[in-house]
């Protein structure tokens, strides 16, 4: 099992940039994709980037493709997800998870067994 711990979220204009950040225990985080999801207010949670194990791969929802980044520091048990030219749309509680071992890049919430509190994002337009 690992345990998450998000970080880095707040309040901040349209068209600015926030970088989250996910501590990881556990002896079996560098072994893991992990991935970031986040859910607005009455909406479903809904996928927006995963990287693999190693960190040589990384997929994103078309959504935030070319704005954000997840990276990885296995060195450190943390992943991190930077995001730019942020809109209100970003808008949402931001959640770390750690993918079942056998999931290189998952997209879906069952393929992950821990998951973070997340972070609160708010952008205002």
């Known amino acids: 099992q690992v345990q998450l711990v998000e970080s880095g979220g707040g309040l901040v204009q349209a068209g600015g940039s926030l970088r989250l950040s996910c501590a990881a225990s556990?002896?079996?985080?560098?072994?893991?994709?992990m991935g970031w999801f986040r859910q607005a207010p009455g909406k479903e949670r809904e996928f927006v980037a995963v990287?693999?194990?190693?960190?040589?791969?990384?997929n994103y929802a078309d959504s935030v493709k070319g704005r954000f980044t997840i990276s990885r520091d296995n060195a450190k048990n943390t992943v991190s997800l930077q995001m730019n030219s942020l809109n209100a749309e970003d808008t949402a509680r931001y959640y770390c998870?750690?993918?079942?071992?056998?999931?290189?890049?998952?997209?879906?919430?069952?393929?992950?067994?821990?998951w973070g509190q997340g972070t609160q994002v708010t952008v205002s337009s």
């Open positions: 998870a750690a993918a079942r071992t056998a999931w290189s890049l998952p997209r879906v919430g069952w393929q992950y067994g821990s």
């Open positions: 556990g002896s079996t985080f560098s072994n893991r994709a």
């Open positions: 990287i693999s194990w190693s960190g040589d791969s990384t």
